[in-house]
């Protein structure tokens, strides 16, 4: 029976978002037995796992799982707020910042409106703003094509822009707007538009490298900062993210926010991490570490890489998506990109050592790139 004329008519012209490949997924597609042998780079999880704290949270708690959580979140809006010095009021907790990202979209975007972002950010603000029949206006990276071009951006706002993203680190290209950009562009921003800055891998970054945007809440900016537990915490399977904004903005994010929206388990282990600050400092060094792996081998072999600030980079290898089926046979799940209108380029994401080392050995037999021997 059909169903498809039932629905609003502008749905079915809405692109589907292509995750990260699981890696049970390529197993069976090919037929390998040993999951465990297969480097999933692909999704820019944490390599390191979980932090401990949050899986003894977990474990402590999963006797309760017969019970709703506390829908507001109390316990874990009040650790943030003495985290983050802020008013526990600016919080809105979200099941992973993706769905903070729906909730930005259906209070501020309609039909007739618009949002700005990058032409090489994160996808999902495109699909967000389509669902809500409202239009995007993606705007060129600099010229690098790698880095939001602030000025730019500032141009592109029109009077029916409501919402600009800011994703910073960005995903998938991984590089940093400077602070003083940033400044730059809050000075001058319009007053009918709402800045969304996308931290995702802000803990990432060395503290002192970190831009203090929380600064514009605090001075009750139209701001809204999106921050995960996904990524320095290792909790991706969980679903947990959050939003800080001015006590205003943050009451009507929680007029669209569904009941229960994040679980028991993930609002305890959320609490337990935000206290494993030497897990954060782990997975920063495994990053750091990683990345110059990444970024000397590929130089040595004469890949051209973008150098990125998260966990993850983009590699150039041709034919992006060719490069990424034929990864999956050497055990290596990668991320192509020309759905960022990338198709010369793959995302890796940083694993352990040695996942990086199959990585890197599968990546050279795939190009048949020669290895230089010494120093590159």
């Known amino acids: 029976m059909k169903t498809d004329y039932l629905a609003n008519p502008w749905i079915k012209s809405l692109s589907v978002y292509e995750p990260g490949k699981p890696i049970e997924e390529v197993a069976r597609e090919l037929g390998f037995d040993d999951i465990e042998s297969i480097a999933k780079l692909a999704s820019n999880e944490n390599a390191l796992g979980p932090s401990p704290k949050a899986v003894k949270a977990m474990v402590a708690c999963a006797a309760q799982m017969h019970r709703y959580p506390d829908g507001g979140g109390y316990y874990l809006r009040q650790a943030l707020a003495r985290k983050l010095n802020t ?4 919080l809105v907790l979200g099941s992973g910042s993706n769905e903070l990202i729906e909730m930005i979209a259906h209070v501020f975007l309609r039909k007739g409106l618009n949002l700005v972002m990058a032409d090489r950010a994160f996808v999902v603000y ?6 809500e029949e409202a239009s995007t206006i993606a705007v060129p990276m600099m010229k690098d094509g790698f880095t939001h071009d602030l000025g730019a951006m500032l141009k592109a706002i029109t009077p029916r822009t409501r919402v600009v993203f800011i994703a910073n680190p960005n995903n998938p290209t991984g590089t940093v707007v400077e602070p003083r950009a940033i400044d730059a562009f809050m000075d001058k921003v319009p007053d009918h538009v709402v800045t969304v800055f996308d931290e995702a891998y802000i803990e990432l970054m060395a503290p002192d490298r970190q831009p203090d945007t ?3 809440v605090r001075e009750g900016r ?6 995960t537990f ?3 915490y290792g909790l991706a399977g969980l679903r947990i993210g959050y939003a800080v904004a001015a006590p205003v903005c943050a ?3 929680h007029r669209v926010r569904q009941p229960f ?3 028991a388990m993930a609002q305890a282990a959320a609490i337990a991490a935000l206290d494993d600050d030497a897990f954060v400092v782990r997975t920063r060094r495994m990053v750091r570490n990683g990345l110059a792996y990444f970024e000397k081998e590929c130089r040595r ?11 993850f980079f983009l590699v150039k290898v041709g034919q992006g998506r060719e490069v990424f089926k034929a990864l999956q046979l050497e055990k290596v799940i990668v991320r192509p990109m020309d759905g960022y209108g990338l198709p010369d380029y793959v995302r890796v994401t940083v694993g352990t050592a040695s996942e990086n080392a199959h990585c890197m050995k599968a990546l050279l037999k795939v190009l048949g790139c020669p290895v230089r021997k010494g120093r590159p």
């Open 261 to 263: 929206n994040v679980n």
């Open 222 to 227: 139209k701001v809204i900062l999106l921050r």
């Open 251 to 253: 009451d009507l994010l």
């Open 301 to 311: 072999a004469g890949l051209e890489t973008v150098p990125s600030a998260a966990n």
């Open 230 to 232: 996904s990524k320095a």
């Open 214 to 216: 929380l600064r514009y």
């Open 126 to 131: 495109r699909l967000v703003a389509a669902a």
């Open 87 to 90: 008013d526990m009021n600016s």
